[in-house]
């Protein structure tokens, strides 16, 4: 994605996220993928023709999965603008999409997600010890080809005002800016990541906070910024 793209990107996803659902209607399963080839669709325009047939819940789904993987798109897009971050250069493969410092064990699937309901109580248990939402993440969030266990950069959206504005989160590019320029500067292999398995994770909190600022927090330093 060059910039012009980008920009053209970042804009239209800012126009259209207020008719995104809240709501997946059905978890992430490949019996619905089946349907359509998101992947091969670059505007909404496009999308809404595509899934003008199909039932209701159907369509929800595939606006959401559409909207959040162009989110995780330009989120990968501003990682790369950083100098020592590299965007895998086979689009199609599932095994990461960066890469930090030239070092094949810094290779990161990034995920961007809110803060489960089960765990939506208990943030500040989470940022103390991560690991019962990482697991959950890993086990229960999704099922199919995305079971695919590999390294991940959970990018995760919080609003302690209201959960639909959690999508406008995502949206918050530039703000997104700046933290993953912090992010890029500090992380390395000595980096205290959360182990799942043989893989290792780590999480990018982005906080809109009861008096509208945002914040944001590097799980691995366990700090707020």
Not at 37 to 55: G, Q
Not at 97 to 105: L, P, R, S, V
Not at 202 to 215: A, G, K, L, S, Y
Request: aromatic share 16%; glycine share 2%; proline share 4%.
């Amino acid at each position: 994605m060059d910039k012009q793209n980008f920009l053209q990107l970042i804009n239209a996803l800012q126009t259209i996220v207020r008719f995104i659902p809240l709501k997946w209607g059905n978890i992430q399963n490949n019996d619905w993928d089946s349907l359509l080839n998101l992947f091969e669709i670059n505007d909404y325009e496009t999308l809404e023709k595509r899934v003008f047939a199909l039932d209701e819940p159907i369509k929800n789904y595939f606006r959401r999965r559409w909207f959040i993987w162009k989110c995780a798109q330009c989120d990968e897009h501003i990682f790369t603008e950083n100098p020592n971050v590299k965007a895998n250069p086979n689009t199609k493969a599932q095994d990461y999409d960066i890469e930090f410092n030239g070092n094949t064990e810094l290779r990161f699937d990034i995920k961007g997600t809110v803060i489960p309901s089960k765990f939506r109580n208990q943030i500040p248990e989470i940022l103390n010890e991560p690991k019962p939402l990482v697991d959950f993440f890993y086990e229960q969030q999704s099922r199919g080809i995305r079971q695919h266990i590999q390294n991940r950069l959970f990018i995760i959206h919080h609003s302690y005002i209201s959960q639909e504005r959690e999508m406008y989160l995502r949206c918050h590019w530039a703000y997104k800016t700046k933290v993953y320029q912090q992010y890029a500067a500090y992380i390395n292999t000595e980096t205290k990541f959360i182990h799942y398995d043989n893989v290792i994770s780590d999480m990018i909190f982005i906080f809109e906070n009861v008096d509208r600022t945002i914040t944001h927090n590097f799980l691995s330093m366990r700090n707020f910024e």
